[in-house]
């Protein structure tokens, strides 16, 4: 399973920016990509991976840190026989908001662990996010 992470970039605070995250390729046991409960992570200079959004795989729960909830909105797009993409909208930034975002996927999915890291075993490769004052 491969992720591909983009639209990072430089934004104002109190703007937006949406980013996506494509998962494709073979799976385990030919499982279909959408599948895969997908989580945002994010991970700022000199602090540990932080989950931001998780989401599962039809869609229908979504899950916030307490830090975005409000202003962030994870959703995905299964409509792709062989992908699964997944966003995250991102209004209202904030300078606390800037970090390297990364995607994550597993085909688990429990309450208990969504929060980890840990608990996913499929990564993007990180996208920047910069908020500027």
């Known amino acids: 399973v491969q992720l591909q992470a983009s639209g990072g970039g430089l934004v104002q605070a109190g703007g937006s920016l949406r980013l996506s995250c494509t998962l494709s390729?073979?799976?385990?046991?030919?499982?279909?990509?959408?599948?895969?409960?997908v989580a945002w992570f994010r991970q700022a200079p000199g602090a540990e991976r932080e989950f931001v959004a998780g989401i599962t795989f039809s869609g229908s729960n979504q899950y916030y840190s307490d830090s975005v909830k409000g202003r962030f909105t994870i959703s995905r797009d299964n409509s792709k026989t062989s992908e699964s993409t997944a966003y995250l909208q991102m209004n209202g930034v904030k300078q606390e908001d800037t970090a390297i975002y990364y995607c994550?996927?597993?085909?688990?999915?429990?309450?208990?662990?969504?929060?980890?890291?840990?608990?996913?075993?499929?990564w993007g490769q990180g996208t920047q996010v910069t908020v500027s004052s």
């Open positions: 390729g073979r799976t385990p046991a030919g499982r279909s990509v959408s599948n895969y409960a």
């Open positions: 994550a996927a597993d085909i688990r999915f429990m309450l208990a662990t969504l929060r980890n890291p840990s608990a996913y075993t499929y």
